[in-house]
């Protein structure tokens, strides 16, 4: 069976039962495989039996003025805006049906579709309205002009609420099922609730997600985006199974030794308290024994903080661990991730450090790791959970998590990372916009910052994680963080590297000496990597020395640039490398 197709009016297009290698169909772009048309003589014409098939003209209940003509849309226009579909608002390359007196374009599968819908949103069937009308969406609280209607509930939704939204989920950050609502009666009515994701008021009259034994309520896009929530199957799930994933011990996950160090040596105290004299840590090869001499300029080699006693050192390298560093747990659940995190002492990359999914800063210590998504955070960050008490603001910061970028209050520095809003907002410390106007990221991008209910207050993990007092080279006095003007003198300046400061923004200070200084000055610009410590990789056979910065700037072997600053350098081949060269 042949047919002269208006695709290819040289030569007819002839009936194949069944096309065996898959090839694109020309009317809608998809692999053909089964019964099909092609042209023998040509190669490329390959159409679905269906896609061949379609009428030429079609009468619209969108478009009743006119006949719609079937035309091939990636050959008839140039401009993709004014050839986009009515219904879905794209420009595919697809056989589309139009009308060239309105310019009026429908794909053939919109103007197929179906004229009623079963959606896990509603309990009864929705009815698809052939008419261009302006509703607002009983589900989402948008504008549309398409709808699909409930007319026994009066209810109306886009056809993409009702196909994208699932009953029931659970939030990595909560314990219980989120239930899908749009009933304001099921929520306490004093004051406008926030969501639990992004910290930014929900809109109870329209849907939203909610726990009634917690009174937690979140936003339906914060719910259903794949980084909040949990890869499960609720609606399969019974009572007993859910009770089970909520009261999920870690302890038993034995994928990893749980254990962090062996005790060596023990001393028991006047008071009878046990003290750990000596251990044998997982992240280092030597034991390393308790100290409590006062270390200058010596870092943590967990968190890469300044050492301050109590601390565990080892007598034979330069390796030093607080305390608190020694005692923290080998696995842990954090709110900004969906898996399973293990403390590893390096990361596991081929420079040995790694950028802190919170905030961004490159990090040599610690990393509380995913190395399915590839995702570390730095000890200082993975001691931030769902809220935070900071001194440099009066009430409590909850961590909200957003597609859009925002800024910190203490910088003024846009947050670029994961988030759960979708507004820009401003880190207080800083005052930097995270993103401007607004403007909204791919879906695979996520931002977070701590934000303030009351105030709007918004704080990044880079300056949430700044130390609260520090020391700064050969300064006699210690620095303390400060957040408010130190004076009414209308010049600010930082002391250090004497540029003008902005008086918004937290800075470190030193009273004794009215001594101001902007953070980076006194930190530096890597305050996360521990200098001077030697590292082994398999490309070469010595160990390898992570240097700041000289004064020769000695020459990469790799590419020949001066090593100005963080490079690697072997002291027994006498050669450096940048770390990007390595």
Excluded at 348 to 375: H, I, M, V
Aim: one cysteine or more.
């Amino acid at each position: 069976m042949d047919i002269q197709h208006f695709c290819h009016d040289q030569h007819p297009l002839v009936f194949n039962k069944f096309e065996r290698r898959g090839s694109p169909c020309w009317a809608c772009g998809k692999l053909v495989f089964g019964p099909s048309y092609s042209c023998i003589k040509c190669t490329g014409y390959y159409h679905h039996k269906s896609c061949a098939e379609l009428p030429r003209e079609l009468q619209h209940p969108l478009h009743p003025k006119h006949p719609l003509i079937l035309f091939d849309e990636s050959k008839f226009y140039e401009d993709e805006e004014y050839s986009k579909c009515k219904v879905c608002k794209e420009y595919r390359e697809e056989y589309t049906y139009g009308c060239f007196r309105c310019n009026f374009n429908l794909h053939n599968k919109c103007a197929y579709l179906p004229l009623t819908l079963e959606s896990e949103v509603h309990d009864h069937p929705l009815t698809r309205i052939w008419k261009f009308m302006k509703f607002t969406c009983d589900l989402c609280g948008k504008e549309g002009d398409l709808p699909f209607l409930c007319a026994q509930c009066n209810f109306c939704i886009h056809k993409t609420c009702a196909s994208s939204y699932l009953r029931r989920v659970k939030a990595v950050r909560h314990n219980h099922p989120l239930h899908l609502t749009y009933s304001s009666l099921e929520v306490p009515q004093s004051d406008s609730p926030f969501c639990q994701l992004c910290v930014r008021k929900v809109d109870i009259d329209y849907g939203f997600y909610y726990c009634s034994s917690c009174d937690y309520v979140a936003h339906l896009d914060c719910s259903m985006d794949e980084r909040n929530r949990e890869d499960i199957n609720l609606l399969e799930l019974t009572d007993g199974e859910s009770n089970e994933l909520e009261n999920e011990d870690l302890e038993l996950d034995g994928s990893v030794d749980l254990a962090t160090y062996i005790v060596k040596k023990i001393n028991v105290g006047e008071d009878g308290i046990e003290i750990l004299t000596e251990i044998k840590h997982f992240s280092h090869e030597h034991d390393l024994k308790l100290s409590d001499e006062v270390e200058n300029n010596k870092k943590c080699d967990g968190c890469v903080r300044a050492i301050f006693p109590p601390f565990y050192r080892c007598a034979k390298c330069n390796f030093f661990l607080h305390k608190s560093c020694i005692e923290l747990p080998r696995k842990k659940r954090h709110p900004l991730h969906q898996h399973l995190l293990t403390l590893l002492a390096k990361a596991p990359c081929w420079s040995k450090s790694f950028e802190c999914d919170a905030c961004d800063q490159l990090c040599n210590g610690f990393t509380y790791c995913c190395e399915e998504c590839d995702f570390d955070l730095d000890v200082q960050c993975s001691l931030i959970l769902e809220s935070l008490s900071h001194k440099g603001h009066e009430h409590l910061l909850h961590l909200s998590t957003t597609s859009y970028a925002q800024n910190c209050s203490s910088c003024d520095y846009e947050s670029f990372h994961l988030s759960t809003t979708s507004y820009a907002q401003n880190c207080s410390s800083c005052d930097s916009e995270s993103f401007q106007d607004s403007e909204r990221l791919q879906d695979s991008e996520r931002f977070q910052v701590l934000r303030c209910i009351t105030c709007e207050f918004a704080l990044d993990f880079k300056c949430a994680t700044l130390p609260l007092t520090t020391r700064y080279k050969q300064h006699e006095h210690p620095f303390t963080l400060s957040y408010a003007v130190e004076d009414d003198s209308g010049d600010y300046y930082c002391d250090i590297c004497e540029e003008e400061r902005d008086p918004k923004h937290w800075f470190y200070y030193c009273a004794d000496c009215s001594y101001p200084a902007h953070p980076e000055c006194i930190l530096g610009k890597y305050p996360n990597i521990k200098f001077g410590g030697a590292c082994t990789f398999d490309g070469h056979p010595h160990p390898l020395t992570i240097i700041e910065k000289t004064k020769d700037h000695p020459e990469c072997h790799r590419c020949g640039e001066p090593c100005k600053e963080f490079f690697y350098q072997c002291a027994m081949c006498n050669f450096s490398f940048h770390i990007n060269c390595f």
